[in-house]
């Protein structure tokens, strides 16, 4: 990604020259803070990082709410940006700030070139500074890296300059492709304590899958892992929309979270639970959690920053893979085990689970008026398998964990609940689908709003995102919350926020096709239609909030009776 700048101007040359060679694929963007969230979606897409330039100043600080999110997210993402030399260095000289400060807390590492300017560095240095930079972006957790470049004066090169240094200079050898392997052959000695990491198989348990936070290079051998252990342990699977947890895996529990408390019983001697990344956005999920007190790990993928923000567990940071290798010189030869049926309390859970899709199946039909829990469970069941789907933070990914059952994991589902904003989500949605083709962003009016300059991003045939906006006029999730005001305005005022946008409008000026979806009945259709667009597309649905929270309360409660009664709802 190349933002534009003048002190910048060495690199963009330099980009526009590996471009042109095909050594990268050069993005331009006029938006800093747009581009870096671009970039993080090209990052999390590929599990290697993408790189943003800017010039100096305050290009610099509009980086930071990106690098947070892939601090938050574990995400690569390099930042390389463009500084005056010492020399100009506080003494008022325009445009010069303390830019080497700005993004400190939240990178894995800061580098910089020589402070008199990168003129001076021997070749040599500047591959070993360029190599430091990319081993540390993708070290255990991954994340942003910021190398900061003072340049000076002459910025602006000669055609016959440039050509000298092409001639002179091996662009190829500042390419790097390769992610740092992990090493994951040896067992770390200090991790092998039994009674702190241990979990026994052969005692009722359960596994609780949160949003995935680790890179796609890590995915296969952590869903391979999980299936190892669930075949051993037969455990019921409790699985995020975000937990990157495959359909096909056996034993989830498709309905979990509308089945907390009631639902969901725990043995009288407890569960041992096995949680896997950070902590699903579900309250039910925290209270329940508080209740199966037997014992609690928590598995991370290389992060150790403590994820458990109940205190209920033990955290082991070194991925899922390598926990089951250490579990499995401490367990006695495997035999055949029994399967999720031979657990009593899980027995239960199926048939639970069962009452739930058998009611949602006749109470969500795909007609009438537009809501936001019918479109969270046909959204889904309506799009391709493997298609890739964005769910924006805040009200959509709530409504995929209760209304969507496991649904969602028969595709990649993103969310980018690291930081857990709306800052960026169209740039993130924009950089996925550059990488992953075909992809669909489910958000809110005032996330999309927010990040509007992600629309600049497109053209006719690229990126190949549908984005279906639920326009709730605002923040339709405080409406879900115990807050109280004098007036609907005065909520609207300090809450909610609704905006005059015309959003059809906007994107209209951008060139990009758009439709309204008038009711439940056209969402297919509409569907049909915005995927057989060769090029970014908006498909717009306006709902009520009030209407939904009644509707969601309904909902529950019915659930909780029938539940209760244990009878077919008709």
Known sequence: MLCPGSRSAPLALAAGKMSAAGLLKLTTA????????????????????????????????????????????????????????????????????????????????????????????????????????????HHHPSGPVHLNLPLEEPLHASLTEQKEVLIASDLSSLVISQVPKKDETAIPKSELAKDLFFLDPFLPGVIVAGPWRGTATQLIPFQKALTEWQSLSGWPVLADPLSAVNQKQAGLISNWELLLPEGLPVPTQGLQVMRLGPMSSSRNLETWLQTCAKKQLLISEGDSRKLDPLGLSVQWSDGLNMWLKSQLINLPKLKNKNTIEGFDFAKEWIINDQVVDDFLDQKLLLEGALNEPALAYWLPRLLPEKLPIMISASTPIRDWISFAGSEPLSRRCFGFRGASGIDGTLSLGMGLSLSLGQTILVTGDLALLHDSNGWLFTDQKEPPLLVLLIDNGGGGIFQQLDIETSSKDKFNELFAMPQKVDQISLVKAHGIPSRQIACLDDLEGALEWGLSQTGPALLRVSTCPLNDVELRNELRNQIRMCLGDHVDIA
């Open 30 to 137: 006029i938006d800093e803070r747009s581009a870096a969230f671009l970039a993080l979606g090209i990052s999390t897409a590929l599990g290697r990082a993408a790189a943003v330039v800017t010039t100096s100043g305050s290009a610099v600080a509009n980086l930071l709410p990106a690098a947070v999110e892939a601090d938050r997210s574990c995400q690569p993402l390099l930042l390389l940006t463009a500084d005056r030399p010492q020399r100009l260095k506080d003494c008022g000289s325009n445009q010069t700030v303390n830019q080497e400060e700005f993004l400190l807390s939240v990178c894995r590492w800061f580098g910089e070139g020589p402070r008199e300017g990168l003129h001076i560095i021997s070749d040599q240095s500047l591959k070993n500074l360029i190599n430091k930079a990319w081993r540390l972006a």
